[in-house]
């Protein structure tokens, strides 16, 4: 496992405010983003270019990227989920867009107000049009291991979406556990049939019922390459009941370092953008690296 490349995405600046109190300022948001590229991490979902009637959390997005101080070594993503939402992110010159495929008919209707078959297809054709403007993109399937409103997603449906998105044209699929219900035996299934698509597969975990750490371990053993998580833990989506956050991008660099998987992460930095994002909150963070530390031999 120690050769294992492992991309970590950092999505604080948007999936762990977007549900946050107080709102941050597009120039704290910034600094936000800039604190996490001096960690080391290699990708960051930087901005949402949603409705800020909808999340005025994630309002000012074009704001925010202007003052990214970008670095070459970084990729810098920005999620939309709408044809408006691409062209403000081609606009701002992110170098990854983020498009969400929702896997139920309720999810879609209340995250996105659209349906399920109508956002694939969005999918695809942006996927075409992500590949003529030059810029990477990538789905995630949300609520890929359960749903609030419709429960259980089999299986089958997500890799029916997966083969669907996969033929046209979409390279990289994350499995998102939005609800945080889903257990490694089901990760292991889902990361291993998506990858047998020639996809590049990622995963983004919700730690709603502890299960996230557990199922992160189990996407590795898996073969999946990317890995969101959220500095601190800090996250949960608005249009889901008893959304609470992400695993925390600290913990997981823990993790993986002592499994001997090198992140190029710096942990101790980690630690004091969560202390910094802590204090801007006015809250303790979910996550518990931050609070208690490195230990030997993980450097921290």
Wanted: hydrophobic share 45%.
């Amino acid at each position: 496992m120690a050769d294992a490349k492992l991309i970590l995405c950092d999505v604080g600046p948007r999936d762990g405010l977007q549900n946050a109190a107080p709102i941050l300022s597009p120039e704290l948001r910034a600094d936000y983003v800039n604190r996490l590229a001096a960690t080391g991490l290699p990708r960051i979902e930087a901005v949402s270019f949603v409705s800020p009637e909808r999340v005025p959390q994630m309002a000012g997005a074009e704001a925010v990227m202007e003052m990214v101080d970008r670095k070459a070594n970084v990729t810098y993503s920005g999620l939309a989920l709408n044809e408006r939402g691409y062209d403000r992110a081609l606009a701002c010159g992110v170098d990854l867009v983020q498009y969400g495929v929702p896997l139920s008919e309720s999810f879609a209707e209340k995250n996105q107000g659209t349906s399920v078959e109508a956002a694939t297809q969005v999918g695809i054709e942006l996927a075409a049009r992500a590949k003529r403007d030059g810029v990477d993109f990538a789905v995630t399937l949300s609520v890929a291991f359960g749903c609030p409103y419709d429960g259980k997603i089999e299986p089958d449906r997500v890799l029916a979406a997966a083969e669907q998105l996969a033929a046209g044209g979409v390279e990289e699929i994350m499995l998102a556990d939005t609800i945080g219900v889903g257990v490694p035996t089901q990760v292991r299934e889902l990361v291993s049939e998506t990858l047998g698509l020639g996809l590049t597969v990622g995963v983004h975990f919700h730690n709603t019922r502890n299960t996230g750490y557990a199922n992160a371990v189990a996407a590795v053993e898996a073969g999946a390459t990317v890995f969101d998580a959220s500095t601190g833990g800090l996250g949960g989506c608005p249009f889901t009941p008893n959304a609470t956050g992400n695993i925390a991008t600290e913990d997981l660099v823990y993790l993986l370092e002592g499994m001997g998987i090198a992140t190029g992460v710096n942990l101790e930095a980690l630690f004091e953008v969560s202390r910094w994002l802590s204090g801007q909150i006015g809250a303790d963070l979910p996550g518990l690296t931050y609070k208690a530390g490195g230990f030997a031999p993980i450097a921290s």
